[in-house]
């Protein structure tokens, strides 16, 4: 069984960085994959940015620019660096893992950007 935490949301002003953080428990030998999602109120959740394990990154066009996906070599954990920050990327912010064809998911962090 694997399971994801997330931390490192917070509240921030518009044009501020958080990295984010995505620590992974249990057996992540044959993950293949970690992307980051957000969830805002009343919106559907959307991919953020992914990475594979070649480190293939792979981002949406609303923060392509501004944020950076890394994770380390044994899927253990992966950051989400998030900078220029707009009340936009305000969101529930969710870590996922992609384990044999099962996806794992986070708890989620909550992001809150003020203008």
């Known amino acids: 069984q694997v399971r994801l935490v997330e931390s490192g949301g917070g509240l921030v002003q518009a044009g501020g960085s958080l990295r984010l953080s995505c620590t992974a428990s249990g057996t992540t030998l044959s993950a293949v994959a970690m992307a980051w999602y957000r969830q805002a109120p009343g919106k559907e959740r959307e991919l953020v940015a992914s990475?594979?394990?070649?480190?293939?990154?792979n981002y949406a066009d609303s923060v392509k620019g501004r944020f950076n996906i890394s994770r380390d070599k044994y899927f253990k954990v992966s950051y989400l660096q998030m900078n220029a920050l707009q009340p936009e990327d305000t969101a529930v912010y969710f870590c996922?893992?992609?384990?044999?064809?099962?996806?794992?998911w986070g708890q989620g962090t909550q992001v809150t950007v003020s203008s």
């Open positions: 990475i594979a394990g070649g480190g293939t990154t």
């Open positions: 996922k893992m992609i384990i044999r064809g099962a996806q794992y």
